[in-house]
């Protein structure tokens, strides 16, 4: 179990920070990354995200060195996040195809058109993409029990917060009174009983 609690925090400080820093360089920088072109400005995001990946990999062992050992009680709690989070992804993953994911309509929107999500989970709530991911990211710092995992979760919410503010401002960009009437309608993380 401790060889897998490693290689899952190890995992998840490779890849959760790019991929965060991915969405913080879209969207806020949208427009030059329109000009690059939907291509470049993708393998431009990759290789940070491998680059951050690289990094973490050659500083695991300072990254790594406070670990809280197996429990077995914490484990169980991070199993049932990440079959919540399983639970998630595939209610929204009908709806929010790869491309929708990458950034392609973000990137390209003639030749990636989108419409605004309002069906299945995206009627109950605006983030599900978020509440699952930060459910996901808890589940895997309660299973591998590594102080820098349990950070890095704790920076990961007001850091999604801040994408999330960026995002919304694209999507009233894109959508206009229909994303404000939905705004209205859909609250963002929590659905309404």
Request: with cysteine.
């Given at each position: 179990?401790?060889?897998?609690?490693?290689?899952?925090?190890?995992?998840?400080?490779?890849?959760?920070?790019?991929?965060?820093?991915?969405?913080?360089?879209?969207?806020?920088?949208?427009?030059?990354?329109?000009?690059?072109?939907?291509?470049?400005?993708?393998?431009?995001?990759?290789?940070?995200?491998?680059?951050?990946?690289?990094?973490?990999?050659?500083?695991?062992?300072?990254?790594?060195?406070?670990?809280?050992?197996?429990?077995?009680?914490?484990?169980?709690?991070?199993?049932?996040?990440?079959?919540?989070?399983?639970?998630?992804?595939?209610?929204?993953?009908?709806?929010?195809?790869?491309?929708?994911?990458?950034?392609?309509?973000?990137?390209?929107?003639?030749?990636?058109p989108s419409?605004?999500?309002?069906?299945?989970?995206?009627?109950?709530?605006?983030?599900?993409?978020?509440?699952?991911?930060?459910?996901?990211?808890?589940?895997?710092?309660?299973?591998?029990?590594?102080?820098?995992?349990?950070?890095?979760?704790?920076?990961?919410?007001?850091?999604?917060?801040?994408?999330?503010?960026?995002?919304?401002?694209?999507?009233?960009q894109r959508?206009?009174?229909?994303?404000?009437?939905?705004?209205?309608?859909?609250?963002?993380?929590?659905?309404?009983?």
């Open positions: 179990m401790n060889e897998l609690r490693y290689v899952l925090a190890l995992a998840t400080l490779m890849f959760v920070p790019g991929s965060v820093l991915f969405w913080f360089s879209l969207h806020p920088f949208v427009r030059f990354w329109r000009r690059m072109g939907a291509r470049p400005a993708l393998a431009v995001h990759y290789l940070l995200i491998a680059a951050i990946g690289a990094l973490v990999y050659w500083q695991r062992r300072r990254l790594l060195a406070v670990e809280f050992g197996t429990n077995w009680y914490l484990a169980a709690i991070g199993m049932a996040l990440l079959f919540a989070g399983a639970i998630l992804k595939r209610q929204f993953g009908v709806h929010l195809r790869f491309r929708i994911l990458t950034g392609l309509p973000e990137l390209d929107p003639e030749r990636y419409r605004l999500l309002t069906e299945g989970i995206y009627s109950r709530i605006r983030h599900p993409r978020y509440v699952q991911y930060v459910i996901v990211v808890l589940g895997y710092a309660l299973i591998s029990n590594y102080l820098a995992v349990y950070m890095l979760t704790a920076l990961l919410i007001p850091a999604l917060a801040l994408v999330i503010r960026w995002e919304e401002r694209e999507l009233r959508f206009g009174q229909q994303y404000e009437d939905y705004c209205a309608r859909v609250p963002r993380f929590i659905p309404r009983l």
